[in-house]
């Protein structure tokens, strides 16, 4: 019984940290010039696939209103190319309509 309580536990925890991840990723992309809904859309798919410090670097990008061409670009001088490629990719398929 204990050890069920400590599985549940942990994947609740799990699933709080996610939301923060999503969040924040939502933030940092807002704050990098990213449209309100572009970042909602792209921020579950990159918090999934980013690591903590990756979230980071997208923190680094803040700046005025941009295309996400421009947002990308911005990124790209940050020499990441894990993060430049789960960005761009996420970019795309919310353009497309593939995730929402």
């Known amino acids: 019984m204990r050890r069920l309580l400590i599985a549940s ?3 609740a925890t799990a699933g709080c940290v996610e939301e923060i991840k999503e969040s924040r990723v939502k933030s940092a992309l807002v704050e990098g010039g990213v449209s309100d809904q572009m970042a909602g859309c792209m921020a579950h798919q990159m918090a999934k696939k980013l690591t903590l410090a990756q979230l980071r670097s997208l923190q680094k ?6 295309s996400m061409t ?8 940050h ?7 789960v960005t761009a990719s996420s970019a795309a398929m919310c353009k497309l309509g593939i995730i929402r």
């Open 9 to 11: 536990l942990l994947l």
């Open 61 to 66: 990008v803040a700046g005025p209103k941009r």
């Open 70 to 77: 421009e947002y990308i670009d911005a990124l790209r001088k």
């Open 79 to 85: 020499g990441d190319a894990e993060a430049l490629e």
